[in-house]
């Protein structure tokens, strides 16, 4: 059974930095794909960065610059390095993996105020 389990959220200012983890069970391999997707109090869940296995990632305009995705096989561990953080960045993040079908962590979330 394919687990998925974020942490790394919290509370920051505007323009400071945070770090997601995504633990997945399994290796990386075993995922199509994988990424982060995040929904806001009254807004659909957008994608935020997907990395298919073995290609390029690829990031909504409005985090373009800012986040970054990466994968470390060894830990079977999936990031999101988020910088110059907005308040418009303010969400419920949630983990995502593709096999033959789509898994998903519990979420969490990323406050961005002053």
């Known amino acids: 059974q394919v687990q998925l389990v974020e942490s790394g959220g919290g509370l920051v200012q505007p323009g400071e930095s945070l770090r997601l983890s995504c633990a997945h069970s399994?290796?990386?391999?075993?995922?199509?794909?994988m990424g982060w997707y995040r929904q806001a109090p009254g807004k659909q869940r957008e994608l935020v960065a997907q990395i298919i296995t073995g290609g390029s990632p690829n990031y909504a305009d409005s985090v373009k610059g800012r986040f970054t995705i990466s994968t470390d096989n060894a830990k079977n561990t999936m990031y999101l390095e988020m910088n110059s953080l907005k308040p418009e960045d303010t969400a419920v993040y949630y983990c995502?993996?593709?096999?033959?079908?789509?898994?998903w962590g519990q979420g969490t979330q990323v406050t961005v105020s002053s």
């Open positions: 995502w993996g593709l096999t033959t079908r789509s898994h």
């Open positions: 399994g290796s990386t391999f075993s995922f199509t794909a």
